[in-house]
C-alpha cells in the first residue's frame, strides 16, 4: 500500500531484555528519529517498564538500570500510542527482522496492526557493492562512513546513528 507519508521515515530502535519475544524477553526503551524530506526532525527515547527484572548483563550492553525503568510506563500504555504515531510511515532499522519481531509480538498481543512496512539498513549493506567494513554491525556500519554514535545501544543514539547510515548508504546505490 502506498503511503501519503511518502518523504517521511521513522528510525526506531528497540533495547531488550534479551533476544526473543518469544521467551518471555520484554522491551525496555523504544528510540525514534524522525526523517521528513531528507531532514531529521525528531530524536527521542521512552524508558519501559518490564514485568521481570533488568539482568546485569542488559545493564551492562544498555546502561539502563532496574531503578532507571522504575517508574516508566508499560508496554500496554507506550505502545498503543507508538502504533498510532507510526501510523503508516515507513520504519527504518539496523537489522530490523530483530526490531519487527518485537514489536509485532507485542501488537500482535494488544490486537494492534503489525508492522509491513519498514527498511533494514543491514540488508541495504549487504546489497551496496561499495560497502567494505569488515561485518554488517551498526559500530562497525558507523566507523567505516565517520558517523559518530554518541551512546551505542541506547535507542535514541542508535536511531540517530542509523538515520545518518540510511543516507550514507542510499546514497551509495
Same mark, same amino acid.
Given at each position: 500500500?502506498?503511503?501519503?507519508?511518502?518523504?517521511?521515515?521513522?528510525?526506531?530502535?528497540?533495547?531488550?531484555?534479551?533476544?526473543?519475544?518469544?521467551?518471555?524477553?520484554?522491551?525496555?526503551?523504544?528510540?525514534?528519529?524522525?526523517?521528513?524530506?531528507?531532514?531529521?526532525?525528531?530524536?527521542?527515547?521512552?524508558?519501559?517498564?518490564?514485568?521481570?527484572?533488568?539482568?546485569?548483563?542488559?545493564?551492562?550492553?544498555?546502561? !539502563?538500570? /532496574? %531503578?532507571?525503568?522504575?517508574? +516508566?510506563? =508499560?508496554?500496554?500504555?507506550?505502545?498503543? #500510542?507508538?502504533?498510532?504515531? @507510526?501510523?503508516?510511515?515507513?520504519?527504518?532499522?539496523?537489522?530490523?527482522?530483530?526490531?519487527?519481531?518485537?514489536?509485532?509480538?507485542?501488537?500482535?498481543?494488544?490486537?494492534?496492526?503489525?508492522?509491513?512496512?519498514?527498511?533494514?539498513?543491514?540488508?541495504?549493506?549487504?546489497?551496496?557493492?561499495?560497502?567494505?567494513?569488515?561485518?554488517?554491525?551498526?559500530?562497525?556500519?558507523?566507523?567505516?562512513?565517520? !558517523?559518530? /554514535? %554518541?551512546?551505542?545501544?541506547? +535507542?535514541? =543514539?542508535?536511531?540517530?546513528?542509523?538515520? #545518518?547510515?540510511?543516507?550514507? @548508504?542510499?546514497?551509495?546505490?
Amino acid at each position: 500500500m502506498m503511503s501519503f507519508y511518502k518523504n517521511e521515515y521513522i528510525v526506531v530502535d528497540l533495547e531488550t531484555t534479551g533476544l526473543s519475544p518469544n521467551n518471555g524477553d520484554e522491551i525496555i526503551e523504544i528510540g525514534v528519529t524522525e526523517i521528513k524530506d531528507d531532514k531529521i526532525k525528531l530524536n527521542y527515547s521512552r524508558l519501559i517498564k518490564p514485568r521481570g527484572f533488568i539482568s546485569s548483563t542488559i545493564t551492562n550492553i544498555t546502561n !539502563i538500570t /532496574n %531503578e532507571m525503568v522504575s517508574d +516508566a510506563a =508499560s508496554i500496554e500504555d507506550v505502545l498503543p #500510542k507508538f502504533r498510532e504515531y @507510526i501510523g503508516e510511515r515507513t520504519l527504518i532499522a539496523h537489522n530490523a527482522k530483530f526490531d519487527i519481531k518485537f514489536l509485532n509480538h507485542y501488537l500482535n498481543k494488544m490486537n494492534l496492526d503489525p508492522i509491513t512496512d519498514y527498511i533494514c539498513t543491514m540488508e541495504m549493506l549487504k546489497k551496496n557493492k561499495n560497502y567494505h567494513g569488515k561485518n554488517k554491525k551498526l559500530a562497525t556500519a558507523c566507523d567505516y562512513y565517520g !558517523i559518530v /554514535n %554518541e551512546q551505542a545501544h541506547r +535507542a535514541d =543514539s542508535d536511531t540517530l546513528a542509523t538515520a #545518518k547510515l540510511f543516507f550514507a @548508504i542510499r546514497n551509495e546505490i
